[in-house]
């Protein structure tokens, strides 16, 4: 009776077993709901954070485009402006830091285009080969002469106009041409007079992103350091190494804001200050540079099982703060003296560390510590030779734990490691 009672009761223990094991799919679902909405949540940030970094330029186009249409319409009697607003618009489109340039390359790319067309069609007619003969002369001919990529494009394309609408529009060169003289320089007269922008804001806006990733990956890579993951310490490495596009944003916005300071009156006071964006560019990307090669080696310090003295993840995090009080002296327009400062901490914090003793990766992670430092320093304004001199002074010569003691000559301390 017992044997078939078990059997009896059989499904009813199943269930209870089943209820007793951990629901292990739950934990999956529930894990990867986690990620994705994280996910979710970094992408509508980063697609907000390019609204706002192209709300200005946005409103410059739009404003551009209906004035040029106006311009060429009511001014110059043109009943068709077609072209005056996308030249406007095509202006303005470019990297900031060119729209001079790319003005003056497209006037001479439709002059080119204008010129190929017309002479082209007076000898061939117009058809479907005149077509492709006259895109390959405007095309070499530009190429011959050492134009642009963009002046290749404006011949081209209005090479193509001028044979295919030439028969049924008369007179076509002349609007042409004077449409994207207007168009070019109702974008420059909008980017310069009526709607210039703040260049310390958008560079500001600019720097967050790179120099945020610099910190927060900094960050992590001691806390790594403290805890012996190499898995962390990896994936801030990976994350570093993706900066391309925090840095050519940075790049970008620094030469917009170099032209809105030329061309614009209203910004011309500002030039003094964009000067600290504009010489702090490339020792940022130093920076970033060393702090990968700081990290990789972190790396292998943990998969080495080399020592790594308390001082070494401090050091690595003041560097962190460094970078994060830079962004916001920056933003303030104020001297970085404290970026400064917690910069030299942290040279002092990998000192200690190389002399309390480590391996080989240990003494490359504090020689990019103090490299890293120099980058800093440098982008806060001050010269190389300058930080390094700083550098030198705040690291010292410490002798390492154990090392003999006395007045032999052979008892001298090791060198600090060089600043790169």
């Not at 006259?134 to 001919?141: D, E, G, K, P, Q």
């Not at 990789?296 to 009080?325: C, F, K, Q, W, Y």
Request: with cysteine.
């Amino acid at each position: 009776m017992s044997v078939v009672r078990d059997r009896r009761f059989w499904p009813l223990r199943r269930d209870r077993m089943r209820e007793s094991l951990p629901d292990v799919d739950t934990s999956r679902v529930a894990e990867t709901v986690a990620q994705l909405r994280h996910r979710g949540r970094a992408t509508l940030h980063d697609r907000l954070h390019r609204v706002r970094m192209t709300l200005g330029l946005a409103g410059q186009a739009g404003l551009a485009a209906g004035l040029s249409w106006v311009a060429a319409h009511d001014l110059l009697g043109n009943p068709q402006p077609v072209f005056a607003p996308i030249s406007a618009v095509g202006t303005l489109a470019v990297s900031v830091g060119q729209r001079f340039r790319r003005t003056v390359e497209l006037i001479v790319g439709v002059a080119v285009g204008v010129a190929i067309g017309d002479l082209l069609i007076y000898f061939l007619g117009t058809g479907p080969w005149q077509l492709g003969l006259v895109v390959t002369s405007a095309i070499l001919l530009t190429i011959f002469a050492g134009g642009s990529v963009a002046i290749v494009i404006q011949a081209a394309a209005t090479a193509v106009l001028i044979v295919t609408l030439s028969p049924s529009v008369d007179q076509l060169e002349i609007p042409r041409f004077l449409d994207a003289l207007v168009g070019g320089t109702i974008a420059l007269l909008v980017t310069a007079v009526l709607l210039p922008l703040n260049p310390l804001r958008v560079l500001n806006r600019a720097a967050r992103p790179a120099l945020d990733l610099l910190a927060e990956q900094l960050d992590n890579a001691a806390e790594g350091l403290r805890t012996g993951d190499a898995g962390r310490v990896q994936e801030a490495l990976d994350r570093l190494r993706n900066n391309k596009q925090e840095l050519a944003t940075l790049t970008e916005a620094i030469e917009g804001a170099k032209e809105t300071a030329l061309l614009s009156p209203a910004r011309w006071h500002r030039r003094s200050e964009l000067t600290h964006y504009a010489d702090a560019a490339d020792p940022i990307d130093r920076a970033m540079r060393n702090s990968g090669t700081l990290i990789r080696r972190a790396v292998t310090l943990i998969e080495d099982a080399e020592p790594v003295p308390e001082p070494m993840p401090t050091a690595i995090g003041h560097l962190a703060e460094s970078v994060r009080t830079l962004k916001h002296e920056f933003a303030q327009g104020e001297e970085p003296e404290d970026s400064r400062e917690t910069a030299l901490r942290a040279v002092r914090e990998a000192g200690r560390a190389y002399a309390e003793g480590v391996g080989f990766s240990g003494s490359v992670v504090v020689a990019q510590v103090r490299t890293t430092a120099s980058d800093l320093l440098v982008a806060s304004g001050i010269s190389q030779e300058e930080a390094n001199r700083l550098v030198r002074k705040c690291f010292g010569e410490l002798d390492r734990p154990g090392s003999p003691a006395g007045p032999e000559p052979a008892a001298r301390p090791p060198t600090a490691p060089p600043v790169g």
